[in-house]
C-alpha cells in the first residue's frame, strides 16, 4: 500500500524522508524503495523505544544503499522532523490484542505530545499514514 502510494507520489530527488516509530519489516522495505529513488532517509527511534528493532533496520538499509548518493540515519528527536519532506507513519498497532479505544488513546497521547514539542514542518511536508492509522 505505502509503496503504491509513494509511487503516486513524485519524490524529488534529495528528498529528505521520516519513517517514524520502524517496527517490522514493512519499514525496512519501504525504506529500501526510499532510497532507491534517491532520497535521504531517517528511522525515526525515540530513545528506548523499538531500538533493538530500528538499529536493526537502519544497518540493513545502510548496508542497501551503498554505492547511492542517499544519507540513512537515526533520529530521536522531535525538532529534527523540521527538514523531512515526507513523514511517513508506516504502522502504529504495536500489540494487535489491544482494543480500537486504547488504540485511540495512544494515537491522540502521541500526536498531542507532538504538538506539545511544537515541532515546525517546512510548508509542503507530506504526512503519510499507514492502512492501521
Request: charged residues 25%; hydrophobic residues 45%; contains cysteine.
Given at each position: ?13 534529495k528528498?529528505n524522508v ?7 519489516n ?9 532510497t ?8 525515526f ?14 544497518a ?14 537515526q533520529?530521536?528527536k ?7 519532506d ?18 485511540a488513546d495512544m ?18 511536508t507530506f ?7
Amino acid at each position: 500500500l505505502l509503496d503504491s502510494l509513494l509511487q503516486e507520489i513524485k519524490m524529488s530527488d534529495k528528498a529528505n524522508v521520516v519513517i517514524m516509530f520502524p517496527n517490522n519489516n514493512t519499514s525496512v522495505m519501504l525504506g529500501k524503495t526510499v532510497t532507491s529513488e534517491l532520497c535521504n532517509l531517517a528511522f525515526f527511534v525515540p530513545q528506548g523505544i523499538h531500538e533493538q528493532a530500528a538499529n536493526t533496520y537502519c544497518a540493513e538499509l545502510k548496508i542497501a544503499s551503498v554505492g547511492l548518493d542517499v544519507q540513512v540515519e537515526q533520529i530521536e528527536k522531535f525538532d529534527e522532523l523540521a527538514s523531512c519532506d515526507y513523514l511517513i507513519f508506516p504502522s502504529l498497532d504495536m500489540d494487535f490484542h489491544k482494543s480500537m479505544p486504547q488504540k485511540a488513546d495512544m494515537c491522540r497521547n502521541l500526536f498531542r505530545k507532538m504538538a506539545k514539542e511544537n515541532i515546525q514542518f517546512k510548508e509542503n511536508t507530506f504526512v503519510i499514514f499507514g492502512r492501521n492509522v
